[in-house]
């Protein structure tokens, strides 16, 4: 059974870096997409970005500037770096996995981690 | 970006009753070379991450009741609980996976009346 950790502080200074790792168990990192979505508290969902186990990516314009996924197979671990972090980042994070070949979505998703922004 | 709307955001239905919430997607997500429908449906309960239950707009996850069912195409979509059960208490969520950056609807809170 696939299983994703996310992991990483859960407190941040504004105007500093968000910085967590998606640890992927029970199934490679190989052949796949792997994406970052947030969920404000009681807010909806927004995808950040997305990055095939190869390495290329697929950011969200409205953070493209702020974001960087990045993956180590050796390590079966997805990154999330957010750079100039404001109030508005303040949110759980996921990672998820799209859905393997022939289907659609996510279909497997981490536990979540919030992330607080605040001085 | 394709901005994806659901109404109601809210419903309230009767132990065993049908369930429909809807979802509309201000472009095509239809894609004519493989005839599919690039929409998701998900069911978030609280403290929990999304759940997979329709893809391509009609095709149950695994292990997902039959009860939940997924209809449309091009820019109007429907996710049909045709019998509601306690544990269906949730907010649903569709999402568009044709254009990047994909997104998601605002959600739709089902309850119990």
């Known amino acids: 059974q696939v299983q994703l950790q996310e992991s990483g502080p859960g407190l941040v200074k504004p105007s500093e870096t968000l910085s967590l790792t998606c640890t992927v168990s029970?199934?490679?990192?190989?052949?796949?997409?792997w994406s970052w979505i947030r969920q404000p508290p009681g807010k909806g969902l927004e995808w950040i970005g997305y990055?095939?186990?190869?390495?290329?990516?697929n950011y969200n314009p409205s953070l493209k500037s702020r974001v960087t996924i990045s993956v180590d197979t050796s390590k079966n671990q997805v990154s999330l770096k957010l750079r100039s972090v404001t109030a508005a980042d303040t949110a759980v994070y996921y990672c998820?996995?799209?859905?393997?070949?022939?289907?659609?979505?996510?279909?497997?998703w981490g536990q979540g981690t919030l992330v607080t922004v605040s001085s | 970006d394709s901005v994806m709307t659901q109404s109601p955001d809210s419903l309230a239905v009767s132990l065993g009753e049908r369930a429909t919430i809807n979802c509309k997607s201000s472009q095509s997500v239809f894609y004519i070379p493989n005839n599919k429908n690039y929409l998701a449906w998900y069911q978030q309960k609280p403290g929990q991450p999304p759940k997979l239950l329709i893809y391509?707009?009609?095709a149950r996850e695994s292990g997902v009741p039959d009860r939940f069912s997924g209809s449309g195409s091009g820019t109007d979509f429907t996710l049909t609980i045709s019998s509601l059960q306690a544990e269906d208490v949730a907010v649903y969520y569709c999402q568009q996976y044709y254009y990047t950056p994909w997104t998601f609807g605002q959600g739709t809170k089902v309850e119990i009346k």
């Open positions: 391509w707009a009609s």
């Open positions: 998820a996995r799209g859905a393997e070949a022939g289907k659609g979505g996510f279909d497997y």
């Open positions: 990055i095939y186990y190869s390495g290329s990516t």
């Open positions: 029970g199934g490679s990192i190989s052949n796949y997409y």
